[in-house]
């Protein structure tokens, strides 16, 4: 299964990701950097710039900042990885920031859509990987 993530809801389509690949599926996200996440920007990126501020540099909580690692951890929160069956469901997972050769052309799948024309507030993954670097 091929996820298309451009304008996609972070949480719908992490929680689809996680249900089918808890049922076995391999599952592919591609676009990455396009998924959203509704909010005010400003709410967002405060409250991922706190999630760095937790922990130490040797301990952590150590918070991935490219966009495949914002997804995959997504997904993961979603995945009961306590278990075999958990952890072999997230090592089904594949997350992509951009649409790699292999997959052009094929069957991509819509999840939770967020339309252009809706005035709900939203951050781009991307925006938020690129202020986590900067920090």
Request: charged share 30%.
């Amino acid at each position: 299964m091929i996820i298309d993530g451009k304008d996609a809801v972070l949480g719908r389509l992490a929680s689809y990701a996680a249900k089918a690949a808890n049922e076995g599926e391999e599952v592919i996200v591609v676009n990455a950097g396009e998924i959203i996440i509704t909010g005010n920007k400003n709410a967002v990126m405060k409250d991922f710039a706190d999630r760095l501020q937790i922990g130490t540099a040797s301990k952590g909580p150590f918070i991935n900042r490219t966009v495949e690692g914002l997804v995959r951890r997504a997904i993961r929160g979603m995945v009961k990885r306590q278990i075999a069956q958990g952890r072999d469901a997230f090592k089904r997972i594949k997350v992509f920031g951009g649409m790699p050769e292999e997959y052009r052309g094929k069957e991509l799948i819509q999840v939770a859509k967020l339309p252009e024309s809706s005035t709900v507030h939203r951050v781009k993954i991307s925006e938020i990987s690129k202020m986590l670097k900067g920090i």
